[in-house]
Structures are given as C-alpha cells and as structure tokens.
C-alpha cells in the first residue's frame, strides 16, 4: 500500500523562513531545553529558539546552552 503526503504537511514543511537561533544542548537536558521552548531540528541536528523569543533566549544564556 503507497501513501501519500497531504498538501498541508507539504506546505508547512517548505513555507519555514524563520530565523533560528541554534542552542548547545546535551542530550541529558535535552528535557530542560524543551521547557524553555526549544525545537529540535533533525536535518541540522541541533536544538533552536526562534530569535525573535528574547526571553526564551536569556533563559537559555543563563542555562548555558547558548554561547556569547
């Protein structure tokens, strides 16, 4: 049995021009990373916030999962 993609997931996975902020994460706070709003990106390999999302960001700096 083929499947096939909808219009919708096609559309919201190529529509993404948003400007990310890329974040060092290891895997065991993984978790703590997700609270703070984080997203991980599975083509770059690598844990983001939106660089719009200031409060997340200074949350993340104080976490130490971004670097100055």
Request: no cysteine.
């Given at each position: 049995?083929?499947?096939?993609?909808?219009?919708?997931?096609?559309?919201s996975?190529?529509?993404?021009?948003?400007?990310?902020?890329?974040?060092?994460?290891?895997?065991?706070?993984?978790?703590?990373?997700?609270?703070?709003?984080?997203?991980?990106?599975?083509?770059?390999?690598?844990?983001?916030l939106?660089s719009?999302?200031?409060?997340?960001?200074?949350?993340?700096?104080?976490?130490?999962?971004?670097?100055?």
């Amino acid at each position: 049995m083929r499947y096939a993609r909808s219009e919708s997931n096609v559309a919201s996975s190529s529509s993404s021009t948003q400007v990310k902020t890329s974040l060092t994460v290891p895997f065991a706070r993984k978790d703590e990373a997700k609270r703070l709003g984080a997203r991980w990106d599975p083509e770059a390999r690598t844990w983001w916030l939106p660089s719009d999302a200031q409060s997340a960001l200074q949350k993340a700096r104080a976490a130490g999962f971004l670097s100055d």
